[in-house]
């Protein structure tokens, strides 16, 4: 103060008007705030950008190195110059009026906010670059939860610059937005209903990024690659990419296989339907050649000894009965299946692995292998699958059965042939 009244004193005595040698000294008052202000953002960006950096490559944790990234540190550095500013503003404009220095004042505190706001915005993004890379966060509706924070954050941050234009504070400001609250939820209906539903997925642990999903209804079946507040985007396996509003995965059904992949096996559940008029009775000779694959010796042996025994005790002759208990080619095609299950190691053993006959049809007696096979990945899967009912289809012819196929060109041919012979 007493050096401005000096810098007055002295523009007086050199003949130049007392107004204006006021307003002169308050300008030069002003600017030499301003290149102080200058200077110091100009410090703390040599010391932010450059110091810290340096500091933080010494230690041996990752985090800091994104949590003080340079993009986080340009941000607060920014707060330096208002911050000087609207401390020291005061005494170059003391003697002026009041409303220039309120709008000096004004901007300044809208400049600190906004430079705050972007400060705490780029701090969660590196947050959030730091847990996403985590292994335990990485399947987690983290980006969901972020732009939740923002747009809590910037609404309170518009509130507070719009209260400091006029002049009100932001208490009375949200209260009268109170009266409003139908419009606004009305605006924000499917962020909000986003954020609810990405709690609820996210607690109940419904949901990951990374889980195979399927959802018919609206065309999803594949891959989870981001969930985020408003939308869960699911990559096809045709590589198309499905959008879906979080809350649907709430209201409505999804398949998630996250399941099957946690588990010890993915399912097999096919069946073959055998022509019921190639089912017959085991001849002697029939089983002797049964008895010569390795998978069902055993199984021959010992089941045709339980039964002579059977036999014996209840004095029933052995040639009157074909193996006692009249097995059946089918029956015996079922051991075998069983057996050779059993006897693959891409099959899990601990789980179901069964070999049934379901309800016969029109279309013949459905033979179902019902199994888990190990390996879990689609294309080896599949791959597994398809080796299996291969060999069903080739050894089939073995066991004087047929499979049932509904009659062709070819069948039609052959008919005709034989009547016109």
């Not at 401005?4 to 523009?11: A, F, P, S």
């Not at 981001?226 to 509003?245: F, G, M, S």
């Not at 193996?323 to 089918?330: F, V």
């Not at 069964?354 to 019902?370: A, C, F, K, N, S």
């Amino acid at each position: 103060m007493e050096i401005l009244k000096d810098i007055d004193q002295l523009l007086v005595s050199w003949g130049m008007s007392p107004s204006l040698a006021d307003t002169l000294d308050q300008f030069v008052a002003f600017a030499v705030v301003l290149i102080i202000a200058f200077m110091a953002d100009a410090l703390c960006r040599g010391i932010l950008l450059r110091i810290v950096p340096r500091l933080v490559k010494r230690t041996k944790a990752t985090w800091d190195d994104i949590v003080f990234d340079r993009k986080v540190m340009i941000h607060l550095s920014r707060m330096a110059a208002p911050v000087i500013i609207f401390y020291f503003v005061p005494v170059a404009f003391a003697e002026t009026n009041s409303f220039t220095l309120d709008f000096i004042l004004r901007l300044c505190r809208i400049y600190i906010i906004i430079s705050l706001l972007s400060f705490i915005n780029s701090l969660l993004k590196a947050v959030y670059n730091v847990y996403s890379e985590r292994e335990q966060f990485r399947d987690r509706p983290l980006k969901g939860m972020l732009q939740t924070m923002q747009v809590v954050l910037w609404f309170v941050g518009i509130i507070i610059v719009v209260s400091i234009l006029i002049g009100k504070s932001p208490l009375s400001l949200l209260a009268g937005l109170g009266a409003s609250a139908a419009i606004l939820m009305l605006v924000f209906k499917d962020s909000i209903m986003g954020f609810v539903s990405g709690v609820q997925l996210s607690a109940n642990d419904m949901l990951k990024v990374g889980d195979w999903i399927a959802m018919p209804k609206y065309g999803a079946d594949g891959t989870v690659i981001e969930v985020t507040l408003n939308t869960v985007k699911v990559r096809n396996w045709d590589n198309t990419i499905t959008t879906i509003p979080p809350y649907l995965l709430v209201s409505d059904s999804f398949q998630n296989w996250r399941g099957m992949r946690e588990s010890g096996g993915r399912r097999v559940k096919r069946s073959i339907n055998i022509d019921m008029t190639s089912v017959k009775f085991c001849t002697p000779e029939m089983l002797d050649k049964y008895r010569k694959i390795r998978l069902l010796k055993d199984y021959v042996d010992q089941t045709e000894q339980v039964v002579k025994q059977y036999n014996e005790e209840h004095g029933i002759d052995n040639s009157i009965l074909v193996n006692g208990r009249r097995q059946t080619n089918l029956g015996v095609f079922r051991a075998y299946l069983t057996a050779y299950l059993q006897s693959l190691p891409d099959i899990n053993q601990e789980l179901t692995c069964m070999v049934r006959q379901l309800q016969p049809t029109d279309h013949g007696i459905p033979m179902e292998l019902y199994f888990f096979c190990a390996i879990k990945d689609w294309v080896p899967y599949e791959a597994v699958q398809s080796d299996v009912f291969d060999h069903v289809l080739a050894i089939i012819p073995e066991f004087d059965l047929q499979v049932f196929q509904s009659p062709s060109g070819r069948d039609f041919r052959q008919a005709f042939s034989a009547d016109v012979s």
